[in-house]
């Protein structure tokens, strides 16, 4: 059954992608369904669950035409966790207290995975719900939006980690078993053993 928390969703999708070595959000994939990118891909998703949708993408970064708000860093290269704070006050503004932040390149995402975490996050009222498979999943989880305020102080003082923020709130870590839905495609190697996304 559907969790019912409303969410936003939050797709920091500027990061520089060393080790694929492009750009992974326009990374073409083939789903099952077609020729797609990992940006409409999850996209796809989080919006099946979550709405509004917010991609924050770097200055000047071209994007595929995606059912959701494209928001910009202020500079290239400064990680997640300013990204994500971009995100969180945008979905806040919008009226949203809770929201699903996750990576771009999950093309194995499920609705189910965003419910799983959602029910813990409206249960337990904690800052941050993470998925924890043996590691936290830092961008595969549910943020109250309220904490961009604390994001914005911690990217003042210099902290750029997602682990910085989930070190400094109330954060809940949800156990599960390794899964598709958690993985993080990192490389073109890792993306072709993939099953039936693959570069094209």
Request: charged content about 20%; aromatic content about 2%.
């Amino acid at each position: 059954m559907t969790n019912s928390l409303p969410l936003a969703a939050v797709v920091p999708a500027g990061g520089e992608s060393r080790r694929m070595g492009r750009d992974k959000a326009t990374l073409r994939i083939d789903d099952g369904a077609g020729p797609t990118t990992m940006l409409e891909r999850v996209v796809s998703v989080v919006g099946a669950r979550c709405a509004p949708v917010f991609v924050v993408a770097a200055p000047g970064q071209a994007l595929p035409e995606v059912p959701a708000v494209i928001l910009r860093d202020d500079v290239r290269g400064a990680g997640p966790l300013p990204a994500t704070g971009r995100g969180l006050r945008a979905a806040a503004d919008a009226g949203l207290s809770h929201a699903f932040v996750c990576a771009v390149d999950m093309p194995r995402l499920t609705t189910d995975l965003i419910d799983v975490l959602a029910g813990p996050a409206q249960r337990l009222g904690a800052d941050v719900v993470l998925a924890w498979d043996g590691r936290d999943h830092y961008l595969a989880g549910i943020y109250r939006t309220a904490l961009h305020t604390h994001i914005d102080a911690l990217v003042d003082g210099g902290a750029r980690s997602m682990r910085a923020l989930v070190d400094s709130v109330d954060t809940q870590r949800i156990v599960m078993p390794e899964q598709p839905a958690l993985a993080n495609v990192n490389t073109a190697d890792e993306l072709a053993a993939m099953s039936p996304p693959r570069l094209r």
